[in-house]
Each structure stands twice: as C-alpha cells, then as structure tokens.
C-alpha cells in the first residue's frame, strides 16, 4: 500500500493511457459500423466486372481492327454474379507466323568481309615492317663484347680529378648542369 500511495504519478499516467486506447478502439468501431451499411461488397464487385468487361471488348476490337476485321456487335461472355465459378483463363492465338529472326543482309555480310581482308592485309605488313626494324636494329647494334678504348690524349676521370682546377670545375659543372638544391 505504501507503494501506491509513494508513486501515485505513475499510476495516475498508466491510468490516462489505458483510458485513451480504450477511447480510441471505441472510435474505431463506431467508425466501421457507420461505414459497414454505405459499402456494398456486391456492387463494387458489380462495378469491377463491368469495367473488366469493357477493358476486354475494347482490346478485342482493335485486335480486330488491326486484322482488319469488323469490330463484333455484342459482347461474347454475358455478365457473371460472384457466386458462379471464375472464369476460365483465356489464350488468344497468333493465326499469323511469327516473324523470323533477324538476318543481316548479304551486302552487308561482304562489305564486313571485305573490311577484314584488307585489316588483316595492313596488320601483316606492320607485322613484317616490325620484323624488318628489328633485324635492322640487330644489325646495328654494337655488341657488349667490343671493348671502346679512349683516345691517347684524353686521361681517365680519375686521372682529372687529381687536378685541383679540374676538380673545382668538375663541382661548378655539376651544380650549374644537376638538378636545383630544393630537389635534392
């Protein structure tokens, strides 16, 4: 008891919730039996099949149309209550066959044929150009083995750079021809 008494908010507020959701489910039923005697299941099911009705009769007649047939008069299926079995599914053949597949024409099969000869015509003439070039090359080229001898008067780096005046200028070439000091 001195629970209550101590948290007698709470109670108060789970009170006032239970009240409204019992208020609203109240609402929600008054609104269902007002809206239960306007809703007629039968008359929207009525208005359905007469508009499926129309839908079919309108594709009917531009099938026919298309066929070059007259539209039909009068509708073929009559109108049928909910209580009757469903109607059956309905497949409408294509009398007309069916177009064949797409076959590109013979011109156009020579003037591709003809674009691959002449490819394959300039891909074997780079192809022997290529093969030229490199033969041309391999003949050029010196081989590894052949050892180049420096001229009688020239000395070796080494040899230079024992030299105080060709030191300096080898570090004033080096700094003026070498990459800037912000890169190094």
């Known amino acids: 008891m001195d629970w209550i008494l101590d948290h007698f908010q709470i109670l108060i507020g789970i009170a006032g919730v239970v009240a409204y959701w019992i208020n609203q489910l109240r609402k929600n039923a008054a609104a ?9 299941p039968l008359g929207e099911l009525a208005e359905a099949d007469e508009r499926t009705r129309r839908i079919q009769e309108e594709i009917r007649r531009k099938i026919a149309e298309r066929r ?9 299926q009559p109108v049928r209550s909910q209580a009757e079995a469903p109607a059956p599914v309905v497949i409408v053949r294509n009398d007309e066959l069916a177009a064949p597949a797409y076959q590109p024409e013979k011109w156009m099969d020579e003037t591709v044929l003809e674009r691959q000869r002449v490819l394959a015509a300039q891909l074997a003439a780079l192809e022997a150009s290529r093969a030229a070039a490199v033969r041309e090359a391999q003949t050029v080229r010196t081989p590894a083995s052949v050892v180049v001898t420096a001229p009688a008067g020239e000395l070796s ?8 005046r060709s030191l300096r200028q080898a570090i004033v070439l080096r700094e003026v021809l070498g990459p800037p000091v912000a890169l190094r």
């Open 32 to 40: 269902r039996s007002e809206e239960s005697p306007q809703r007629n």
């Open 68 to 76: 070059g047939a007259s539209a039909p008069a009068a509708p073929v």
């Open 157 to 164: 780096l080494l040899q230079e750079l024992r030299t105080a």
